[in-house]
């Protein structure tokens, strides 16, 4: 029946949409999946207010909330409102302790507040020069998968995650981590389960693990 079946939600991460999780599949006599998109913040919301107002979109009780780098840290901002039943969290971090000393410094210095954010709005400026087939194929990548490009948002995202402030990781969290993510490299980050060869992108080319393992660690 369908109402035992269990709510899986899912959180793409920064400028994400929810093709990030096309590959992603579940038993479906055991789970039901849905997909949390960003909207735009309000001038000068908090995090934790973004969260409480994302919470709006979940339909279910006592669900399974999974979140991918920024989603990540917005899904445990949005279990403070919330009872979950599972917190995952992938490719991110769980305290501020656990950022990259590039963040700390950019929080330290301000400097995230320079960074050039409108040239996500530029991809077919950048297309036009790509001069490999790499370079084309990561174009082709952030077409699909970022389309959220309103500059505001990608603004305030960044400066929400570099000033993060959480202490201490939420009771229960499991975290899921790639061993070469570029992002938020591994040696920062304690208490995961470490995917061999991961990288920040893993959610979409290492699928299969996610197929192989999630639904076990969703009913353990």
Same mark, same amino acid.
């Given at each position: *029946?369908?109402?035992?079946?269990?709510?899986?939600?899912?959180?793409?991460?920064?400028?994400?949409?929810?093709?990030?999780?096309?590959?992603? @599949?579940?038993?479906?006599?055991?789970?039901?999946?849905?997909? %949390?998109?960003?909207?735009?913040?309000?001038? =000068?919301?908090? %995090?934790?207010?973004?969260?409480?107002?994302?919470?709006? @979109? +979940?339909?279910? #009780?006592?669900?399974? %909330?999974?979140?991918?780098?920024? =989603?990540?840290?917005?899904?445990?901002? *949005?279990?403070?409102?919330?009872?979950?039943?599972?917190?995952?969290?992938?490719?991110?971090?769980?305290?501020?302790?656990?950022?990259?000393?590039?963040?700390?410094?950019?929080?330290?210095?301000? +400097?995230?507040?320079?960074?050039?954010?409108?040239?996500?709005?530029?991809?077919?400026?950048?297309?036009?020069?790509?001069?490999?087939?790499?370079?084309?194929?990561?174009? #082709?990548?952030?077409?699909?998968?970022?389309?959220?490009?309103?500059?505001?948002?990608?603004?305030?995202? +960044?400066?929400?995650?570099?000033?993060?402030?959480?202490?201490?990781?939420?009771? =229960?969290? +499991?975290?899921?981590?790639?061993?070469? #993510?570029?992002?938020?490299?591994?040696?920062?980050?304690?208490?995961?389960?470490?995917?061999?060869? =991961?990288?920040?992108? *893993?959610?979409?080319?290492?699928?299969?693990?996610?197929?192989?393992?999630?639904?076990? %660690?969703?009913?353990?």
């Amino acid at each position: *029946m369908k109402d035992h079946k269990t709510p899986v939600y899912f959180m793409p991460g920064m400028a994400a949409n929810p093709s990030i999780f096309k590959h992603i @599949k579940l038993p479906e006599d055991e789970f039901e999946m849905y997909f %949390l998109e960003w909207f735009i913040p309000e001038k =000068g919301e908090t %995090l934790a207010n973004y969260a409480l107002r994302m919470t709006q @979109k +979940i339909q279910h #009780d006592n669900i399974v %909330l999974i979140g991918v780098s920024f =989603g990540g840290i917005l899904v445990q901002e *949005m279990a403070r409102h919330i009872k979950v039943r599972k917190l995952f969290v992938i490719s991110t971090v769980k305290t501020k302790h656990e950022l990259p000393r590039r963040m700390k410094i950019a929080k330290a210095t301000k +400097i995230y507040k320079i960074f050039p954010t409108g040239l996500v709005n530029s991809i077919d400026v950048f297309r036009k020069y790509a001069t490999n087939d790499f370079v084309a194929k990561r174009l #082709d990548l952030y077409e699909e998968y970022l389309s959220v490009r309103d500059k505001y948002y990608l603004d305030w995202s +960044i400066e929400q995650i570099v000033n993060w402030n959480q202490e201490k990781p939420l009771p =229960g969290t +499991i975290h899921i981590h790639g061993e070469k #993510d570029g992002v938020f490299p591994i040696q920062y980050i304690s208490d995961c389960i470490p995917i061999k060869g =991961g990288t920040h992108i *893993m959610i979409i080319n290492k699928y299969k693990w996610f197929n192989e393992n999630l639904p076990r %660690l969703i009913k353990e």
